[in-house]
């Protein structure tokens, strides 16, 4: 099996949602990060230490939608290029194997163009 073109927009559809849930991820452990340093500035007593709840709940907001809009940008400008190569080259090469007891492989399959 041979892989010639991705689509573009599938592409930056799936490293969107991956790489916004990246950013949940991360923007929930900077809240958390965030929390614990706030939390240590008051016991000092820094009034104006409340600031960093601020950064957290910014950080779960703002991260998730950056890094989902960037990882979108670049995994379509990644199938461009792929799909570019793809054409001079000949695409990138699969071999897949059959598990016992799966699905038959897609070359068997009736309805398979392959």
């Known amino acids: 099996m041979i892989v010639r073109r991705i689509g573009v927009l599938?592409?930056?559809?799936?490293?969107?949602?991956?790489?916004?849930l990246m950013g949940l991820l991360l923007g929930a452990l900077f809240s958390l990060l965030s929390l614990v340093g706030?939390?240590?500035?008051?016991?000092?007593?820094?009034?104006?230490?409340?600031?960093?709840?601020?950064f957290g709940v910014g950080a779960v907001v703002i991260l998730p939608i950056f890094y989902?809009?960037?990882?979108?940008?670049?995994?379509a400008i990644a199938a461009v290029f792929y799909n570019v190569i793809a054409g001079l080259v000949g695409g990138l090469e699969i071999e897949l194997d059959s598990v016992s007891g799966g699905a038959a492989p897609i070359a068997a399959r009736p309805d398979s163009p392959y």
Do not use: R
């Open 38 to 54: 706030t939390m240590a500035a008051m016991g000092e007593g820094n009034d104006e230490a409340i600031f960093g709840v601020l």
């Open 68 to 75: 989902g809009v960037i990882g979108a940008i670049f995994a």
């Open 10 to 20: 599938s592409a930056a559809k799936v490293a969107g949602a991956l790489y916004g």
